[in-house]
């Protein structure tokens, strides 16, 4: 069974940055499409970032373009996000997926870490 365990949440001001981070155990991490996604409260489960397999494509949401980046090391079964000039309308949880596809919603999910940009 496939976990994902994410860290790094946290209180920030906006204008800050801060780095997200995911390991995966229980699956062949290099097979894996990964993302993160957020979710607002009172909204639907949003994409954020992607990164392909082998690290070379990424996809980014218009909204966080510029301002995150996404990497991945296969070595330590990790994914990472840092986010950079973060804003109020950043503040979520961020969740960590996994699955085969680029561009699609895996099928594994981490439970999530809180994101809070304020001043």
């Known amino acids: 069974q496939v976990r994902l365990v994410e860290s790094g949440g946290g209180l920030v001001q906006p204008g800050g940055s801060l780095r997200l981070s995911c390991t995966a155990s229980?699956?062949?991490?290099?097979?894996?499409?990964l993302a993160w996604f957020r979710q607002a409260p009172g909204k639907e489960r949003e994409f954020v970032v992607a990164?392909?397999?082998?690290?070379?494509?990424?996809n980014f949401a218009d909204s966080v373009k510029g301002r995150f980046l996404i990497s991945r090391d296969n070595a330590k079964n990790t994914v990472n996000l840092q986010m950079n000039s973060l804003k109020p309308e950043d503040t979520a949880v961020y969740y960590c997926n996994a699955g085969p596809t680029l561009g699609r919603r895996g099928e594994y999910w981490g439970q999530g870490t809180q994101v809070t940009v304020s001043s």
């Open positions: 229980g699956g062949s991490f290099t097979t894996f499409a």
């Open positions: 990164i392909s397999q082998g690290g070379t494509v990424r």
